[in-house]
């Protein structure tokens, strides 16, 4: 068990001050034909709409800090046969400067974001569309981040907790220019991210077999030790401390990996990288994210047992920005 959870509590002190969740909800709204150079084909028409919010804790409560929500539509890379520069953003912007509804409702479309309908790829035209729409929702994310740092708001006593994994992919931008990398790992110096839903194969043992049973086998309160994880191809030479912390006891929940956070943090300065995480900091960091579990269980939300509070009730906050499914539909 955490030695420093017991103290954290007693001590009534917090550092986990901002909680970030982004979300997008997708609906195929049409179908377009387009002549690929041997036949006319039919491809899908991808709608979206996306939210990214941040709540901070302020005196024991938490409020909104931040949100940004952008309603997208994602097509076939087809419609700009030509390759025209600028033909997207040009396209979305005559449909708001055209569409006398969208004003009258004051809704405006972000972007139109092309998806690859090259033949030599398996993946279906609607789950390319959905890649690319959630690919926008992650760099929205990723901005987010950037403001609050921008504007100094995290610090060594003021921590972020993403919903979700951080394998944030750094753009072609970020990895041509030294300054503007560095920039993009620094912005998640005091940035963690808390995963519900994970793969547990990717626990291995130290001869390196796949060992999910250890993650399984988590007493209640304890952590597992911290591994170091990249990912070269996808990542760059970004590097991640990872580590597991189980949340409830797992005779309460339905299976052997409920109740059970994947934690993240990218390894930063030289030291972390070299010597990775103080063994105390995981420790204190963990006992902090236990104290945020939540205490009780939310009707037909299965996911309750790996739910830490504050970003349940982030992840309400985003969800009750959405225009609604009905509304949203009758755009198009």
């Known amino acids: 068990m955490l030695r420093s959870n017991q103290n954290i509590i007693s001590?009534?002190?917090?550092?986990?001050?901002?909680?970030?969740?982004?979300?997008?909800?997708?609906?195929?709204?049409?179908?377009?034909?387009?002549?690929?150079?041997s036949r006319s084909m039919i491809f899908p028409v991808i709608a979206g709409q996306i939210g990214v919010g941040c709540c901070r804790r302020i005196d024991k409560k938490i409020i909104p800090e931040k949100f940004k929500r952008e309603i997208v539509i994602s097509l076939p890379d087809i419609a700009n046969a030509s390759g025209k520069p600028g033909f997207f953003q040009a396209t979305v912007k005559g449909v708001n400067d055209d569409c006398d509804e969208l004003k009258r409702l004051n809704i405006e479309f972000a972007a139109i974001l092309p998806y690859k309908t090259a033949k030599n790829e398996e993946i279906k035209f609607e789950d390319r569309a959905t890649a690319c729409i959630q690919d926008r929702m992650i760099e929205q994310e990723k901005e987010l981040v950037a403001e609050l740092v921008r504007e100094g708001k995290l610090n060594q006593d003021n921590y972020l907790i993403k919903d979700g994994s951080?394998?944030?992919?750094?753009?072609?931008?970020?990895?041509?220019?030294?300054?503007?990398?560095?920039?993009?790992?620094?912005?998640?110096?005091?940035?963690?991210?808390?995963?519900?839903?994970?793969?547990?194969?990717?626990?291995?043992?130290?001869?390196?077999?796949?060992?999910?049973?250890?993650?399984?086998?988590?007493?209640?309160?304890?952590?597992?030790?911290?591994?170091?994880?990249?990912?070269?191809?996808?990542?760059?030479?970004?590097?991640?401390?990872?580590?597991?912390i189980r949340l409830r006891d797992?005779?309460?929940?339905?299976?052997?990996?409920?109740?059970?956070?994947?934690?993240?943090?990218?390894?930063?300065?030289?030291?972390?990288?070299?010597?990775?995480?103080?063994?105390?900091?995981?420790?204190?960091?963990?006992?902090?994210i236990i104290n945020e579990r939540n205490p009780v269980c939310y009707g037909s939300d299965l996911r309750w047992a790996n739910h830490i509070y504050p970003i349940y009730l982030t992840e309400s906050f985003v969800k009750s920005k959405y225009i609604s499914t009905d509304s949203f539909l009758h755009l198009f």
């Open 166 to 244: 951080l394998e944030y992919r750094p753009t072609s931008k970020d990895k041509m220019d030294k300054k503007s990398y560095q920039t993009f790992k620094n912005n998640y110096s005091w940035v963690l991210g808390a995963s519900k839903n994970f793969n547990p194969d990717v626990c291995r043992d130290i001869t390196g077999k796949s060992n999910p049973g250890f993650i399984a086998e988590l007493p209640l309160y304890h952590r597992t030790p911290v591994a170091c994880y990249e990912n070269v191809d996808y990542l760059g030479d970004i590097q991640f401390a990872v580590w597991y």
């Open 11 to 37: 001590r009534n002190e917090q550092i986990l001050s901002y909680f970030l969740d982004g979300s997008r909800r997708v609906f195929k709204v049409d179908d377009i034909a387009y002549y690929d150079g």
């Open 250 to 288: 797992q005779s309460r929940t339905r299976s052997p990996f409920d109740g059970i956070l994947k934690i993240e943090k990218i390894l930063v300065t030289d030291d972390e990288i070299k010597e990775g995480i103080e063994s105390e900091l995981v420790d204190t960091l963990s006992a902090y």
